[in-house]
């Protein structure tokens, strides 16, 4: 009896060993330990039937090609690695493309990141029969942008915000544009707020015939320009861009299409509009797609812009209209019948895929009271539609196919949580990757029925250090706001005690574009919530009116008027939360970043009765201060809408001010400036309110690189400790 006595304290010790490892912020953000695996490199080939993929490590290392049916096998060598030198030395290389036939290589290196899409590299030219390797530019100047012209002739990239293209049989360079210059014009490339809100940074495209390039043009020299300063040296650098304000004047943007023959450009003529957020030619017609939106954002213009005879016509076949605004996406698909197009709509208060001839006939195909969330492509040999949506539920993802016709539909992921989809070309397979909150992704191959071919990656590694934590579960409920019942999810303490009484960290997000509410794993930031649970806190995340995936009425209730529904719903949802026997009501903190550090300095001035601390990082404080896109999409402009703007901004509520307060940003953020923090500096000064600040140099919005993260994560776990 008495060793048994002592074998069951050995077990029960044991067990306790395995479950007493600590999370740390340096396990999550330097020593990397819980990151995912994933599964990258593989690009389809043009049958759908192959891809290739780098296989073996340094100097063994190739591009190999392969089947899907034999996902895992040696497959076929066409490049090694080694191989690729010039003038002695090998070239390592960042990415690489095929051309359309699948004979030649463009490798990109030495790439330099310049916003959040946008990048300068040095190209490589591989012909994979010859073996031959060249440099797309001689003088290893930067460029950005480049591809092969359809015929494989020519390749075609920017430089100096002018459009240029290679002949590769003669090594001949030709100019295409002359004007463009450093913040006056832009030739087929865009500028920063296109890029940051219509993440569009590729502003050319080659007709399928290779004998025109249509391109956008953009004249910034009426654009205001914002000063960065980067303390790097004795005295900062100043760096000067244009970033259009809201209110203020845009870019002035025109689409022209150029001859490859003859060098002429003509203007394409489409009338009023604001924006041109899209253009693509059919890949196999003349026939040109460019969308056009007014500056209100709520009229959608398609342009069909032809060319026959060498004569250039253009007309409107379609224009949707809304009472607030329309979201531009990437789901646009033009059909090799060179006469219809696939498109994603909220005409019926949800979004789902329609059917759009050129004769402006528009049928809908998918329908039901929930929202598609990705448009993935179609298999047109079977007339099948490929998409993911929400169906099971607002905080769940899944893959279905649908035929053309809206019938016959199917689920092709059986898994509830969510489901992402990355198909081959044509639609014949694709890499699924599931999660759920509590599980890291697992990556398979499916075929087009979504039956399961092989396990890719199942992140075993990760997970086995996961079970070697005491980890709570994120549990999903939901909670009533201002007017309706929200989304949320709460993660308690490991060993929860209904009986006693637990402080919350309230984890914010809120606005338009973004769920911090869904049934997938959260990677490192589920990690921090895991480690601030183990320190006795009750994490909570709950999203708002004007988030997404469950209609337009839903997310589109906030306009005119950012932040004030939401502010209202988490104040609601909070004074529930407090009603709970086991919370703290006087120690709820509130953290939230970008729109997040919105409502944070939201919540902590018109809700400064329930919030005793908040961490507000790289925040909007005024939207009069962000770019024109993104908030007059949602707010109009301040001339047409100066409520809107006054009364939800925190800058006019600092007075109400009572809690803890922490603003932390990058003063090197190009997207929600610095600025916003200094004029709630001045303010908070003015109000006679205390409070703490962080300011990382030279750090971009994302305040990342080498050891900031881990510094700024265990800064705010010292202040959420010292104050919640």
């Not at 224009?319 to 531009?328: D, H, P």
């Not at 529904?565 to 939230?592: C, F």
């Not at 908030?631 to 600092?654: K, W």
Request: glycine content about 6%; hydrophobic content about 30%; aromatic content about 12%.
């Amino acid at each position: 009896m008495k060793n048994k006595i002592i074998l069951i304290i050995f077990l029960f010790g044991i067990n306790s060993f395995l479950f007493s490892q600590e999370i740390t912020v340096e396990k999550i953000w330097k020593t990397r330990e819980f990151s995912v695996a994933s599964v990258n490199g593989f690009k389809s080939m043009k049958d759908g039937e192959h891809f290739t993929k780098i296989s073996g490590k340094d100097s063994e290392s190739a591009i190999t090609k392969h089947t899907f049916s034999d996902y895992k096998g040696n497959g076929e060598v066409l490049v090694k690695l080694s191989e690729l030198k010039l003038n002695g030395k090998t070239v390592s290389f960042d990415d690489y493309e095929f051309n359309d036939d699948e004979s030649k290589l463009l490798f990109t290196t030495q790439t330099i990141s310049i916003y959040r899409h946008s990048y300068t590299a040095v190209y490589y030219l591989y012909d994979i029969k010859s073996k031959t390797l060249q440099t797309l530019d001689d003088n290893h100047q930067p460029q950005t942008l480049a591809e092969y012209s359809p015929d494989g002739t020519k390749v075609s990239y920017i430089h100096k915000n002018n459009l240029y293209i290679k002949d590769i049989s003669s090594g001949k360079v030709k100019k295409l544009t002359e004007d463009g210059k450093n913040n006056k014009i832009i030739n087929g490339t865009t500028d920063w707020v296109y890029e940051e809100e219509f993440a569009i940074t590729k502003a050319y495209c080659w007709s399928p015939d290779s004998k025109n390039i249509a391109f956008l043009k953009f004249d910034e020299k009426k654009v205001k320009e914002f000063t960065l300063t980067y303390y790097n040296e004795l005295y900062p650098d100043l760096y000067k861009f244009k970033y259009p304000k809201a209110g203020e004047d845009n870019s002035k943007v025109t689409a022209h299409i150029l001859s490859i023959g003859n060098g002429k450009t003509t203007l394409i003529q489409l009338g009023e509009y604001e924006y041109i957020p899209r253009l693509k030619w059919s890949s196999t017609e003349n026939n040109l797609i460019i969308q056009t939106l007014n500056r209100h954002q709520n009229k959608l213009q398609y342009h069909l812009v032809s060319i026959s005879n060498k004569k250039i016509t253009s007309k409107v076949f379609y224009e949707e209209n809304s009472k607030t605004y329309i979201n531009i996406d990437d789901n646009l698909l033009i059909l090799k019948d060179g006469k219809t197009i696939l498109r994603t709509s909220e005409n019926d208060g949800f979004n789902h895929v329609y059917k759009l001839s050129f004769d402006g006939v528009s049928t809908q195909i998918t329908k039901g009271n929930w929202d598609v969330i990705e448009f993935l492509g179609i298999n047109e040999t079977s007339q099948t539609i490929f998409y993911t949506s929400c169906e099971k539920g607002t905080i769940y993802k899944g893959i279905y196919k649908i035929n053309l016709a809206g019938d016959s539909k199917a689920s092709i992921s059986l898994e509830t949580g969510t489901n992402d989809a990355t198909f081959s070309v044509g639609m014949k397979y694709f890499i699924k990757t599931y999660s759920n909150a509590n599980t890291p992704p697992i990556s398979s191959l499916c075929d087009a029925n979504g039956k399961e071919l092989t396990i890719l990656e199942n992140n075993e590694k990760l997970i086995a250090i996961l079970k070697s934590y005491n980890l709570s579960s994120k549990e999903f409920f939901t909670i009533q706001g201002a007017e309706k019942s929200l989304n949320a999810w709460i993660v308690k303490p490991p060993n929860f005690d209904p009986n006693k009484k637990y402080p919350v960290f309230l984890t914010v997000y809120g606005g338009p574009g973004r769920n911090t509410v869904s049934d997938s794993y959260g990677g490192s930031d589920f990690i921090y919530h895991q480690l601030l649970a183990q320190k006795g806190y009750i994490v909570v995340s709950i999203d708002p009116r004007g988030t997404m995936y469950r209609g337009a009425e839903f997310k589109k209730s906030t306009y005119l008027q950012l932040g004030k529904l939401e502010t209202e719903d988490i104040i609601a949802s909070v004074k529930e939360l407090g009603k709970l026997p086991y919370i703290d009501a006087s120690r709820i903190g509130i953290q939230g970043w970008s729109y997040g550090g919105f409502m944070t300095s939201l919540a902590m001035t018109k809700g400064a009765d329930l919030f005793k601390m908040g961490i507000a990082v790289a925040p909007v404080t005024n939207w009069k201060y962000y770019d024109n896109i993104y908030t007059e999409r949602f707010m109009r402009t301040p001339l047409e809408n100066p409520t809107g703007y006054a009364n939800n901004s925190p800058i006019n509520y600092v007075n109400l001010l009572k809690g803890k307060y922490l603003l932390i940003h990058g003063s090197g953020d190009d997207n929600v400036h610095y600025q916003n923090t200094m004029e709630m500096i001045n303010e908070l000064v003015k109000q006679d309110k205390q409070f703490d600040m962080f300011i990382y140099p030279n750090k971009n919005h994302g305040i990342y690189g080498g050891n900031t993260r881990n510094h700024l994560y265990n800064m705010m776990l010292n202040y959420t400790l010292e104050n919640l």
